[in-house]
């Protein structure tokens, strides 16, 4: 079992963040805004929105605190709030459902399918007269099956939020995933592909999303302000801004990525091409072979018996152990525990239908999920279920030592 923690990108800090961090000390400005005509002035932030806008290939990035606060901005973007309803997957990080609810929006739980992502299948089962938004979360690297989401949202004309906060890199069809749907969240948290530690990136094509995403994120401000301003905010907002501290790790990083993601893809290859799977046991589906991360590699077990003896053998656990990132572990979702003096969108009447969340209220995605284990590529992380595996640097004798115990441990399956 790895003993670090963390994503790949957190494996591949060095010299290159050091020297983004000094430029903002020595310069003294700390906040993301100060005088354009001082020299001293890195601007770090803001080249990091133009370097990931120019990656992704979209027009408009805002880096934010987080990629909690990415999904709020997206969702107050679209003025998604009061009596909308979100359709998202049951399997995904809490904060996909929690922005949604603390948007006073109500969050309409999907399945998933064998991808680990959103069936697109059970979003049209989900969709009512409320339904304003559909957001497909890229889980674990790979990219939702993005042309049949885009089809029904076309059909019912519904806004699509990509949820790309374990997806940076990936791509869909030759298009980076964010650059889909009408907008999209990034994390830079530190068990993403890329990280500041923490902080995060709305990003979208269209402008009058981008002001609104910008103003939300910054007191209502127009884009790209330099300083105080009186009389030009847009709407009112909150304060997500991420720091020029923040902004210089998360620039050295998205210079790192195509690194990153050719380093995560041959050894996710190495280790696949070692593997002997019996016929019974399955690698999940990959949605597009050619443009997932390749952060994880999930093994699918024909019943929740053989997964939980492999799990136990290999001193790891299924997914639908991994905390919140599933449904049912998600006490404060399910208990509607709201804070106090917010009325609970789930039961509002004047909503029109009272909500109820329950365990086991998905029952294929409670399958898939309790017959599915993750083995780490390039996110170690217990939390996620994959405490077991590789990690970016992992050599090549160090790959097929772990190849070699999987392949020991599958003999042992029935």
């Given at each position: ?254 210079r790192k990525m195509d690194t990153i993601l050719t380093l995560l893809r041959s050894k996710k290859k190495k280790l696949k091409e070692l593997l002997h799977i019996p016929e019974n046991v399955k690698f999940r589906t990959i949605n597009d072979p050619e443009g997932e991360c390749a952060t994880l590699l999930t093994l699918i077990f024909p019943n ?111």
């Amino acid at each position: 079992m790895n003993k670090r923690i963390g994503g790949p990108g957190s494996f591949m800090i060095g010299e290159e963040e050091k020297r983004e961090l000094l430029d903002v000390i020595e310069g003294g400005y700390l906040f993301r805004y100060g005088a354009e005509d001082d020299p001293l002035f890195q601007k770090k932030v803001l080249t990091f929105e133009e370097e990931f806008a120019r990656y992704l290939d979209i027009e408009y990035c805002v880096a934010v605190n987080s990629g909690t606060s990415a999904l709020l901005t997206c969702l107050a973007a679209l003025g998604i709030g009061p009596g909308d309803e979100v359709i998202v997957p049951g399997y995904t990080f809490i904060a996909s459902i929690s922005s949604i609810v603390l948007s006073r929006a109500i969050p309409v739980l999907a399945e998933i399918d064998e991808s680990l992502t959103l069936d697109p299948e059970d979003i049209r089962k989900k969709i009512t007269d409320k339904t304003k938004a559909i957001m497909p979360v890229h889980m674990l690297g790979n990219p939702c099956d993005m042309d049949a989401v885009m089809e029904v949202a076309r059909e019912h004309d519904l806004f699509v939020i990509e949820d790309c906060c374990q997806a940076a890199g990936a791509s869909y069809h030759g298009k980076k995933v964010g650059t889909i749907g009408h907008i999209g969240a990034f994390s830079l948290n530190m068990f993403k592909t890329f990280t500041a530690g923490d902080g995060g990136a709305v990003v979208t094509n269209d402008f009058d999303l981008y002001e609104r995403a910008f103003g939300f994120h910054d007191q209502g401000h127009k884009p790209r302000r330099s300083g105080v301003e009186i009389g030009r905010r847009s709407l009112i907002g909150l304060d997500f801004r991420m720091n020029e501290l923040t902004g210089a790790v998360a620039l050295a990083q998205v210079r790192k990525m195509d690194t990153i993601l050719t380093l995560l893809r041959s050894k996710k290859k190495k280790l696949k091409e070692l593997l002997h799977i019996p016929e019974n046991v399955k690698f999940r589906t990959i949605n597009d072979p050619e443009g997932e991360c390749a952060t994880l590699l999930t093994l699918i077990f024909p019943n929740k018996d053989s997964a939980d003896v492999f799990a136990q053998e290999a001193g790891t656990e299924t997914i639908s152990h991994s905390g919140w990132h599933v449904y049912n572990n998600m006490e404060q979702i399910l208990g509607k525990k709201v804070p106090t003096d917010y009325p609970c969108p789930y039961e509002c009447e004047a909503y029109g239908r009272k909500r109820e969340y329950t365990k086991n209220m998905l029952p294929r995605t409670d399958d898939i999920l309790e017959r599915s284990i993750n083995i780490s590529i390039g996110v170690v992380d217990k939390g996620l279920g994959s405490a077991f595996g590789i990690n970016i640097n992992s050599s090549d004798e160090e790959i097929a030592e772990v190849a070699l115990k999987i392949n020991d441990l599958l003999r042992k399956i029935p």
